[in-house]
């Protein structure tokens, strides 16, 4: 529990909200990850908003921890006598299989970046000074405690072939110390309403079909990490223009998602070879190093993997090498 509680702390703050007056009639507070406005953008129109970016470690503890926490699930539906144990450097994961003689353990390293980090959102308790603008950046959302807060899903129509939020209620932070009330919020969430989980299944498929594609026609590839600067030709609203050249991005490529980040591809390629070339098989136990992830390198694998997919190393008598 410990994890999200330090997720919880560090994702959600009661600073830096995004007011958007569309439509009038349903003023909404925005909690955005990525750098615009989510309900605008579902309609086409690009306005800027720093995003609330979460510092890599945190992230990548908290998503590690929780697909080390699904793999090993998983394998225990499945039947298979496999533990899973979470480790620290040099590895990140270690997978022991009892049902093979030896018994075969798997030393892996995880790269978990998540495909897509959802806004929050609340409603207006009043009309934000400034709001006489399109949109209005808010350095404090001093009602945040007292605040019903909803996680924000597009939600494809296909009758109206169009985008549109639909908000799912989270409860409310009751004070600094409620540490765990996302968390709990979204456990009551899944338990109470099966809608949520089946409208999320469907907008990540849609959106990593479009994360994979490079789909920038399709709003819902704006929501994904690492999905770059915002298309030529759009309007954009306020948007914020880079110190040496160029304009922000929506999501840099430094949020690319699973194996797609091509330096984590570079750091755990030679992770995988340093551990192989440093293992030693004992009679107890069989050793195998590899690479687990939430996401494959569905951008780029043929560049990185497809050359060395089929490559075995090995020890030699009087060297070590390939």
């Known amino acids: 529990m410990a994890v ?12 830096n909200w995004l007011y958007c007056p569309n439509p009038s009639d349903h003023p909404l507070y925005y909690y955005t990850y990525t750098n615009t406005c989510p309900r605008c953008v579902l309609k086409g129109e690009f306005y800027f908003h720093a995003a609330h970016k979460p510092e890599s470690g945190t992230i990548g503890a908290a998503t590690r921890r929780l697909l080390i926490l699904l793999m090993q699930e998983l394998l225990r539906r499945k039947g298979h006598k496999v533990e899973v144990r979470a480790a620290s450097e040099p590895v990140d994961a270690i997978f022991v299989d009892y049902s093979t003689t030896p018994t075969m353990v798997l030393f892996a390293e995880v790269k978990s970046a998540p495909l897509l980090t959802p806004s929050l959102a609340t409603r207006l308790q ?11 950046n808010l350095e404090d959302h001093v009602s945040l405690y007292q605040s019903e807060i909803y996680i924000s899903v597009p939600t494809w129509h296909d009758d109206l072939k169009e985008w549109s939020g639909t908000y799912f209620s989270i409860g409310t932070r009751e004070s600094l110390n409620d540490t765990y009330w996302a968390f709990t919020g979204i456990r009551k969430l899944l338990i109470s309403d099966p809608k949520f989980f089946q409208l999320y299944i469907d907008y990540w498929i849609k959106s990593f079909a479009s994360y994979s594609t490079r789909n920038k026609s399709d709003p819902v590839f ?25 304009i922000e991005s929506v999501s840099d490529g430094k949020s690319s998602v699973g194996m797609d980040r091509t330096d984590d591809i570079k750091k755990s390629v030679y992770q995988a070879l340093k551990l192989g070339v440093e293992g030693k098989r004992t009679n107890d136990y069989n050793y195998r190093v590899g690479i687990i992830s939430n996401i494959h ?3 780029h694998f043929d560049d990185y993997f497809d050359a060395i997919q089929d490559v075995v190393w090995t020890h030699s008598d009087d060297t070590k090498g390939w």
């Open 126 to 136: 009043q009309i934000p000074i400034g709001s006489d603008l399109p949109h209005v």
């Open 297 to 299: 390198a569905v951008r």
């Open 222 to 246: 704006w929501f994904t990490n690492g999905c770059g600067q915002p298309p030529s030709g759009k309007k954009l609203k306020y948007w914020k223009q880079r110190a040496n050249t160029g």
């Open 4 to 15: 999200f509680s330090k997720l919880a702390k560090v994702l959600i703050r009661d600073t």
